[in-house]
């Protein structure tokens, strides 16, 4: 008898995933609950380290016709001093026989682990990017190429077979060219036949269906089809991201926590949505500088406050190596909201006219000090100024956060999936 | 002596071909064993869970719930909380044995003797699987059960497909027939057809195939009502089946899911009922099959030793009271009762020659035991063949538990003379599914009126239904039969004791 034995540990894994993805797209709103949940614990660091979450079974239950109570019998193994008669106390509801460890995993929460890509995923499921949509189209440098029909003309390497065997088909039964089927039965016909007059008469109607045999081919140059692509314009695949902030002496290390929050979260929206993602860190005092992320948070400076610096810093950074057609931009401020005043109108300017025009996205988000005082003062001058800004229809997106659990609910909103483009005004 | 199939713990497959043939002799020739054809694959523990995962068949469609298993065990697994098994065994022709790369050259043989060839002889000729399953096809209607599924998600939606699904898994433990009968040659005829139009497709698949059950059309159709009940087949216990051939509103693919829904249930319908006898025949014969080659010298005493540590601890009963306890372990009383009935054939006392007239001291262990194997189930086989030997060794008791008693639980029968035959009558019953199962049939239809359909839970010894459970299959169920559908419990004297009415949801039924 032959054996044969098989060694399936080569064979591509995860035969189970696309089952899992299906429980997770089932567990869903289940599962990014917990998500929201595990993620409100975490550091933002390692949020996106995927990890376990811990669902209700309740939505995932698999629901069969169970039988429960009634009287029961038992046979078990063990016996060590019952004799026929003896009566056991019951050990109240649910005594150690009732639930025997069999059942013990109840299914009350379901316990399991994602991956960092299931868990960012569902993390951020929620959200899009603002414009991403327009920018796609009318920004595209590179093009794809994809099928678009038939032709009638095209290199030999294009030739649609099937399409064309099926023309050449139509046409044959259309024109009624004989089939090979019927000449050979009309020559064997001849080839059975005695009487003189009859076979010439076949041979006739052979010569008659052969000759119409040639005139119409077999396949006929108008039958050949070609496969047709057509070059379509595919979406610009890189982002880049502006930081900027206010690194004065009035922001302290918890407003840049929060700042760097903001950025981190941000940071991986972008790289889930684009391959390449390019971050830009631009400082500013009362003149702003491009760093190195290190020197962006841990730097030491000070100085006074010029944010119109940093926008200008900005302007020049896109004009040199980014190229808005090549780049979709985001960018995303930072600020305890000082300025001084005379900088304001130059700020304006700066902002609707040169980068908002190139921006996909820009984002202010204005921090305060721990404890929320930041919302009971009045409003800062660079928040006044945005605000007068985005009424008069800027594109701008502006926040406030004292509280580093704000960072995330602030994002979700910033980005939350809307019917419509609109900003709605900060709380 | 005979050179030995191995050394030490490493093992290649020049070891695993060694040690079947090695395997094979002892099976075919000492033990007489007819077994399918044997394909051993080697897999890696993720495998292993994906197998778990798909109620271990190598292949099966897509549904989220293997999905949410495998989420499940894998977390237990990385966790530790759940070792994984040596072996998988796919009752198949050839029979497919799945070994974890990371067991020892003294696992690989245990479990190959044990899947390879106790499990393989085992489906081979027990009655029950020659009767309800067919190893030569099973692989290839899966296959056609994934694609189809898989097709249906193409035309009508994944939702959709699901949804179907979902109602049908719910109802799976009630889409068996238990007996053959009657009816049953109905279905046979029905599935030969249904049989021969599945192959057709399999070979040139066409989509535009589908069954078109005569039942749907029958109750539209204006024949007198009671020759209507009588062609639905009422009452019936195979609850998917009555869906299949009579749901009014169910578009072809959907009648097609529920079969194949219930074709798997009913193939894995042996297994359930086998449990004991099943485990405790490859048990005793990876046990025969070990003794034999560490015997010839084919096998070291180290690793030997190895073998009977796993054994045993394959093998362990807990006591009712240890925490450990949890039922009696199949693979122990399977074995058990086997190396028993070796013991009856062979060295009966006075007792065995009264309780057993028929085997013992018979002489012909191999013969006897490969009757039992062919002809029993788990029940019966308890009911025939457990020893008051066992029992006592064992130490069995029965209790009586009746929520009306006060004073407690009752002790009813223990391990005497008084009570062996009482024991094992219990013991038999509660490895009878017919008790484990609620008994519950579809018995009317009003079908010239609301076409309700009626279902009777008939409850044995007071044990009702789950509610939240049963709402929610009787959900599903009226899902399916898009009408409202009625639940009654009754008792013995036909009283009835609670009555769930659920309406299907209203979710446009798909009709095709």
């Known amino acids: 008898m032959a054996i044969h034995i098989i060694d399936r540990r080569l064979n591509p894994g995860g035969k189970s995933l696309e089952n899992r993805q299906r429980f997770l797209r089932r567990a869903k709103s289940l599962v990014q609950g917990a998500v929201k949940k595990t993620s409100q614990e975490r550091d933002i660091k390692d949020v996106l380290e995927g990890g376990e979450v811990t669902i209700p079974l309740d939505g995932m239950h698999e629901p069969r016709f169970r039988r429960e109570g009634g009287t029961r019998d038992m046979v078990l193994p063990g016996n060590k001093k019952f004799i026929e008669g003896d009566y056991l106390q019951r050990q109240g509801q649910g005594s150690a026989k009732d639930s025997g460890p069999g059942e013990g995993d109840s299914e009350d929460a379901f316990r399991f682990v994602l991956s960092r890509d299931e868990f960012v995923d569902l993390f951020l499921d929620d959200l899009e990017l603002p414009d991403l949509a327009k920018r796609k189209i009318a920004q595209t440098e590179s093009e794809g190429i994809q099928r678009a029909g038939y032709t009638t003309s095209g290199s030999p390497a294009n030739i649609s077979v099937s399409r064309t065997v099926k023309l050449a088909l139509a046409r044959r039964i259309a024109l009624k060219r004989p089939s090979k089927d019927e000449i050979d039965e009309l020559e064997a016909e001849i080839a059975a036949c005695t009487d003189e007059d009859e076979r010439a008469e076949l041979i006739a109607r052979l010569e008659k269906l052969k000759a119409k045999t040639k005139r119409i081919p077999f396949i006929d140059p108008l039958d050949i089809r070609y496969r047709r692509y057509e070059k379509v314009p595919r979406p610009v695949a890189q982002a880049v991201m502006f930081c900027l902030m206010d690194v004065s002496g009035s922001m302290s290390e918890h407003m840049k926590d929060l700042a760097k929050r903001f950025y981190m979260l941000l940071y991986v929206f972008l790289k889930r949505r684009y391959k390449h993602v390019e971050i830009v860190f631009i400082r500013h005092t009362d003149r702003a500088e491009e760093v190195d992320e290190q020197t962006f948070f841990y730097g030491p400076a000070s100085g006074g406050t010029l944010v119109s610096s940093a926008l200008q810093a900005m302007h020049e950074i896109v004009r040199e190596r980014f190229n808005p057609a090549d780049w979709n931009i985001y960018a995303a401020q930072a600020s305890d909201g000082d300025n001084s005043y005379s900088d304001g109108e130059l700020t304006g300017m700066l902002l609707t006219e040169k980068i908002l025009p190139v921006c996909q996205f820009f984002a202010y988000l204005e921090v305060g000090e721990a404890g929320g005082s930041a919302f009971d003062l009045s409003d800062s001058s660079l928040w006044t100024l945005y605000e007068r800004l985005r009424n008069s229809g800027a594109p701008l997106s502006m926040r406030k956060v004292s509280e580093r659990s704000e960072i995330f609910p602030v994002f979700h909103d910033l980005f939350q999936r809307r019917e419509t483009a609109q900003e709605k005004a900060a709380p | ?512």
């Open chain 2, 1 to 512: 002596m005979t050179e030995r199939l191995f050394e030490g713990a490493d093992w290649d497959f020049r070891t695993l071909q060694r040690i079947t043939d090695a395997c094979e002799e002892v099976a075919l020739k000492d033990l007489g064993l007819d077994v399918y054809p044997n394909q051993i694959e080697v897999i890696t523990a993720e495998q292993m869970l994906d197998a778990y995962s798909s109620v271990g068949m190598p292949l099966f469609y897509k549904h989220w719930s293997f999905g949410k298993h495998f989420a499940y065990h894998e977390a237990s697994y990385r966790k530790g909380l759940m070792g994984l098994a040596y072996e998988i065994v796919i009752n198949s022709s050839p029979c497919i044995s799945y070994l974890m790369e990371e067991n020892t050259a003294t696992m690989q043989t245990l479990v190959i003797a044990h899947a390879a060839f106790g499990h393989n002889h085992f489906f081979k000729n027990n009655y029950l699987f020659k009767q309800w399953t067919d190893a030569e096809g099973i692989l290839d209607y899966l296959d056609f059960a994934k694609n189809y599924v898989m097709q249906c998600e193409e035309r009508y939606g994944r939702v959709e497909v699901e949804r179907t699904l979902d109602a049908a898994h719910a109802l799976m433990s009630h889409g068996i027939d238990r007996y053959p009968g009657k009816k049953k040659l109905d279905l046979r005829e029905e599935e030969k057809r249904a049989g021969r139009r599945r192959q057709h497709e399999e070979e040139v698949f066409n989509d535009l195939w589908r069954t078109v059950p005569k039942g749907a059309s029958k109750t539209r159709s204006a024949i007198s009502l009671e020759r209507r009940r009588k062609l639905l087949g009422l009452p019936q216990e195979n609850l998917l089946y009555f869906l299949e051939k009579s749901a009014p509103r169910l578009a072809p693919w959907q009648r097609e899911l529920l079969r194949i829904v219930r074709h798997i249930a009913q193939y894995f319908y042996p297994q359930s009922q086998t449990k004991v006898m099943n485990e405790g025949t490859a048990t005793y014969v990876h046990y025969r099959i070990m003794t034999k080659l560490h015997q010839q010298g084919r096998i070291s005493d180290g690793n030997f030793l190895e073998f009977l540590g796993s054994h045993t601890n394959v093998v362990f009963q807990p006591e009712f009271d240890d925490p450990r306890y949890s039922g009696f372990n199949p693979y122990a009383l399977g074995f058990a009762v086997m190396q028993d009935i070796e013991r009856i054939v062979t060295n009966p006392e006075d007792e065995d020659r009264e309780w057993f007239p028929d085997i013992a001291g018979k002489g012909d262990v191999m013969g006897v035991l490969r009757d039992v194997w062919a002809n029993y189930r788990d029940e019966s086989f308890i009911g025939q063949f457990l020893s008051p030997k066992l029992m006592r060794h064992f130490r069995m008791f029965h209790l009586h538990d009746d929520p009306e008693e006060r004073q407690g639980i009752r002790v009813d029968a223990i391990h005497d003379e008084r009570g062996f035959r009482r024991v094992r009558r219990e013991l038999a019953r509660q490895h009878d599914v017919g008790f484990i199962d609620a008994n519950i049939e579809v018995v009317d239809v009003d079908l010239s009126g609301d076409r309700r359909l009626i279902l009777h839970h008939h409850v044995i010894k007071g044990s009702q239904l789950n509610e939240t459970d049963a709402k929610r299959v009787l959900q599903h169920l009226a899902d399916l039969w898009t009408y409202d559908v009625a639940l009654i419990e009754v008792d013995a004297n036909d009283k009835v004791l609670r009555e769930y009415v659920v309406s299907p949801r209203p979710i446009p039924a798909a009709v095709a």
